[in-house]
């Protein structure tokens, strides 16, 4: 199994290392951004949550918050999460769907778990990613999506099976509308059984969810993200004798670095300014249902990745 110390194959350009958060007992890992890289493809974040338990009584609290220049894509494993943001959106979401929130010129979102759920322990495992608008979709009007599981498209065979979460590989195409190419993919190898990353897309990575997957004989064990050289035709495999569950991302290359704060991304360093001038004004719109708590600006500075400098990006799950 690939460690910090082992030397990755050819075809494997970085292994990153999520940073872990611990939020009362609930876990979140973090991918993306990272010292080593900022986005891959348009995905400029890239958290897991959980596996975690909620006792009874208890579930994620995420308080109204806000976001511009990227969209929000949750996908869960377990559980259920409740979404409501400022266009009166009011979404419950479950393992195999796909909630894209595309903030633009900006957008308030809370995300909890249902008082219904609360009277009983409740299990919550899933990623929450962002990605980030082009230039010129940056500030496009705030908008909301849902599309369940059974509209995604699926493919199956071989002891590999593979839902296309959002963006075009391999033949399909999700209903899920995006503003840049990319791909997203959940996929299940069972030991042995191999699939190809999709050669017409320039960023690619992979991060192991669960198992161990095989890449040009090297081993790679949960929690990790490899990202690939552009160009090579490479195979991923479910490794013996547990196989792996992935998710495939990457596309084109963004039209430039991003300015990170909080819960803001640009282009514009001076957008974010006013951004987060807006927050503490409350000129963001508020939540139907969920508008007396809200999380407030956080201190800090506006940054930008540069060689071996950390990024500064949202709260876990924000």
Not at 49 to 71: K, N, S, T, Y
Not at 275 to 290: N, V, Y
């Amino acid at each position: 199994m690939s460690s910090p110390a082992t030397q990755p194959p050819p075809e494997v350009e970085l292994v990153l290392l999520p940073r872990a958060h611990d939020l009362g007992g609930f876990e979140v890992r973090r991918a993306l951004p990272a010292r080593e890289r900022q986005m891959v493809g348009p995905f400029i974040f890239f958290d897991q949550m959980g596996p975690g338990e909620f006792l009874v009584g208890q579930g994620l609290d995420v308080r109204p918050h806000p976001h511009i220049g990227l969209a929000t894509v949750t996908y869960l494993f377990q559980g259920e999460i409740l979404h409501r943001d400022s266009l009166g959106s009011h979404q419950a979401i479950v393992p195999g769907d796909v909630n894209w929130m595309t903030a633009g010129r900006g957008i308030a979102h809370s995300e909890r778990t249902d008082a219904a759920l609360r009277v009983r322990r409740n299990r919550l495992f899933g990623i929450q990613s962002w990605v980030a608008l082009p230039k010129s979709a940056e500030e496009v009007a705030p908008d909301f999506a849902h599309h369940d599981a059974a509209s995604l498209p699926v493919a199956d065979e071989d002891g590999m099976r593979l839902r296309l979460v959002a963006g075009e590989a391999w033949g399909l195409r999700a209903p899920v509308a995006i503003t840049s190419p990319l791909f997203y993919a959940d996929v299940a190898l069972a030991p042995g059984a191999a699939l190809p990353l999709p050669e017409e897309h320039e960023e690619r990575a992979a991060y192991v969810v669960e198992g161990v997957v095989e890449v040009a004989g090297t081993r790679f064990e949960a929690g990790r993200m490899l990202l690939f050289r552009a160009g090579d035709a490479i195979a991923l495999r479910g490794a013996r004798p547990e196989g792996a569950r992935l998710l495939l991302l990457g596309g084109a290359a963004m039209d430039g670095p991003r300015y990170i704060f909080w819960n803001f991304v640009s282009s514009s360093r001076e957008r974010i300014e006013q951004a987060k001038a807006d927050w503490k004004a409350g000129r963001f719109g508020k939540i139907p249902g969920d508008d007396v708590e809200f999380i407030p600006l956080p201190e800090g500075r506006v940054t930008a990745r540069t060689e071996g400098q950390e990024v500064s990006a949202g709260s876990p799950t924000s």
